[in-house]
């Protein structure tokens, strides 16, 4: 792969996405309405998972190499007031960010990835979570009734973050071999190989030979379509329409 983002670009781009989650939440009336996207959640949960998974993360990236998750240690309980609460996140995105600036892109770590095309380092790690917080700051916006499109640096990112790391496996694929390309309109294509090896991800030239499906849309509307935020019939798909209904269903081991 390449053309991804920079660990200093990361970095930079995580403390952005979280003053915009931060911004939004702010904006909304209350914390107790509910969240479109994610509708078994309100605003208030939604601060809270943010909120756990960046301690839970500085812990397991300043572990270094390890063979399960870190449990952060010192950590205060989620307040329930919406300022103090938001304050409470704010300590966690800067764990996380003092725990990977310290660890640097390289340093392993434990992930729960492992059989994907992404590394266990701490740099897949701070991948990764731009990519949580550019979605939950997505969700927040909706919520609040101003949902803005994704930028486009972590959009683009971000469809090739969600295929080599959500995606990828080496767990058989359960159907005909197949193959699936998304392109974003900002010039940029992935292609998905399915069989039986499992499923590993290319980039491809947008001219290329076609696949069995194609799904083509702008870098943040796929990385929506990606994480369930938006139908998949948001999108122009062509070819075997099928095959996103078995990858939606598919769980691999």
Same mark, same amino acid.
Do not use: N
């Given at each position: 792969?390449?053309?991804?983002?920079?660990?200093?670009?990361?970095?930079?781009?995580?403390?952005?996405?979280?003053?915009?989650?931060? +911004?939004?939440?702010?904006? $909304?009336?209350?914390?107790?309405?509910? #969240? @479109?996207?994610? /509708? &078994?959640?309100?605003? *208030?949960? !939604?601060?809270?998972?943010?909120?756990?998974?960046?301690?839970?993360?500085?812990?397991?990236?300043? +572990?270094?190499?390890?063979? $399960?998750?870190?449990?952060?240690?010192? #950590? @205060?309980?989620? /307040? &329930?007031?919406?300022? *103090?609460? !938001?304050?409470?996140?704010?300590?966690?995105?800067?764990?996380?960010?003092?725990?990977?600036?310290? +660890?640097?892109?390289?340093?392993?770590?434990?992930?729960?990835?492992?059989?994907?095309?992404? /590394?266990?380092?701490?740099? *897949?790690?701070?991948?990764?979570?731009?990519?949580?917080?550019?979605?939950?700051?997505?969700?927040?916006?909706?919520?609040?009734?101003?949902?803005?499109?994704?930028?486009?640096?972590?959009?683009?990112?971000?469809?090739?973050?969600?295929?080599?790391?959500?995606?990828?496996?080496?767990?058989?694929?359960?159907?005909?071999?197949?193959?699936?390309?998304?392109?974003?309109?900002?010039?940029?294509?992935?292609?998905?190989?399915?069989?039986?090896?499992?499923?590993?991800?290319?980039?491809?030239?947008?001219?290329?030979?076609?696949?069995?499906?194609?799904?083509?849309?702008?870098?943040?509307?796929?990385?929506?379509?990606?994480?369930?935020?938006?139908?998949?019939?948001?999108?122009?798909?062509?070819?075997?329409?099928?095959?996103?209904?078995?990858?939606?269903?598919?769980?691999?081991?």
């Amino acid at each position: 792969m390449h053309e991804t983002l920079e660990f200093p670009d990361l970095l930079r781009l995580l403390d952005e996405r979280s003053a915009a989650f931060s +911004a939004a939440v702010t904006s $909304a009336p209350d914390l107790d309405v509910r #969240v @479109p996207t994610c /509708p &078994e959640w309100t605003l *208030a949960d !939604l601060v809270r998972h943010l909120g756990e998974g960046r301690y839970a993360w500085a812990a397991t990236v300043a +572990a270094g190499p390890a063979t $399960a998750k870190s449990t952060p240690e010192g #950590v @205060p309980a989620a /307040p &329930e007031e919406p300022e *103090a609460l !938001l304050a409470w996140l704010a300590g966690g995105t800067r764990r996380l960010r003092d725990a990977l600036r310290e +660890a640097g892109p390289d340093r392993g770590c434990w992930t729960w990835w492992g059989a994907s095309q992404s /590394p266990a380092t701490s740099g *897949a790690v701070a991948r990764h979570q731009l990519q949580q917080v550019a979605v939950h700051t997505y969700d927040a916006q909706i919520t609040a009734g101003a949902p803005q499109p994704l930028p486009v640096d972590v959009a683009l990112d971000g469809v090739e973050e969600f295929l080599t790391t959500c995606c990828a496996t080496t767990s058989a694929w359960p159907h005909e071999p197949a193959t699936v390309d998304y392109h974003a309109t900002e010039g940029r294509s992935w292609r998905l190989r399915l069989s039986a090896a499992g499923a590993r991800v290319d980039r491809v030239p947008a001219t290329d030979t076609a696949a069995d499906a194609s799904a083509r849309g702008t870098a943040g509307d796929l990385v929506l379509a990606l994480y369930g935020r938006i139908p998949v019939d948001a999108l122009e798909l062509d070819g075997d329409r099928r095959l996103f209904d078995l990858l939606v269903a598919w769980e691999p081991e």
